[in-house]
């Protein structure tokens, strides 16, 4: 029995220390003894390490032990951000709290650029930086704008200065210059060959195999260049061009799918009872309660007619898309 006494004696002061102990820190922090910093930055959800301990992320708040070295040095990490590292000299007057914040510049994103051409042996600049010879890949190519220079002697240059790249796809692109005795400027190849091409509205020729079609003389500036193919959607592709330059767009054409996907037109009118006619043809009436529905509209562009005895008719173009329902209410005008 004595033994369990002492036992459960011991417990208790055991306990009673701990609380006393409780007491103490919380006395100290509750009359100022510490003083704290509110880490933040932007954006939010960064890791923070101080003193290359981890503490947690963005935001935080960091009670520091006045016995620590100094300075603390404060480093934020987050995916896709540049690094941010913040150093405090001087311990934090007690009972009060600092901000810390960093503000996270997002990290380059990079991509590569490979460059041929035709002819052979051409020379390539980016951004204006040494000109090397082709085929050559750029590397480590920042996300963006960049400007491309390609030449040659007895050659009319290649200069694109709004070549957009993304990270995560690398670009490929084949450059062909113009013989500078031609009195040709632009250059039109095309996934598939065989592709019509023209030029602000003009047929300026088929592109055919290997073989690049080079268009011109053209004034200097703006161009629309369209290639159609059997097959294929309509491509259009907008171009500058200069006398003393080689301008290059590339076709690459989308197949139509091969089953067309039909289009519906749902008509409701009022008065209901309306003749509804596309493209002259008659195609029913407006019921007296919800829509005419119109199936399986081919893809086409249709004049739409809505005709009452009485009324004024409603004419309208639509260009149904595939599989699109395109859904139309009028009423009409007393005539």
Known sequence: MKIFSLIRWGLVLIFTCMAISNVYADTN??????????????PSGADVYILEKYYGK??????????????????????????????????????TQKEVFAHLSPAPKFTSIFVS?????????????????LPYSFTSV?????????YKTGYKSYLNEQLSVRSGSNTTMKVILIPNYERKELVVTSTPSDTEVLVDGIFRGTTSGNIPLMIGPLNDGQHTVLGRIAGYQEKKEMVFTRH????????????????????????RSIPSGSDVLLNGI???????????ELNDIPLNRYK?????????DHIEWIFPGPGETITIDTVLLQS
């Not at 091969?258 to 519906?264: E, G, H, I, K």
């Not at 008659?282 to 005419?292: D, K, M, R």
């Open 29 to 42: 922090y509750s009359s100022g003894l510490f003083g704290s910093y509110m880490i933040n930055s932007e």
């Open 58 to 95: 963005t935001p935080l708040l960091y009670i520091p032990d006045n016995t620590a070295d100094h300075p603390y040095i404060i480093e934020f990490r987050k995916d896709g951000y540049n690094s941010s590292i913040l150093s405090i000299n001087e311990n934090i007057t007690p009972g």
């Open 117 to 133: 051409s035709d002819p052979d042996d051409c020379l390539a600049q980016l951004d204006g930086g040494s000109s090397v010879p």
């Open 142 to 150: 920042s996300e963006g704008t960049h400007t491309l220079l390609v």
């Open 244 to 267: 003393d330059l080689s301008s290059n767009v590339h076709l690459n054409m989308i197949p139509i799918t091969l089953m067309p996907v039909s289009s519906t037109v749902k008509i």
């Open 282 to 292: 008659w195609f029913g009436e407006v019921p007296a309660q919800g829509y005419l």
């Open 304 to 312: 739409l007619v809505i005709s009452h005895s009485g009324y004024t």
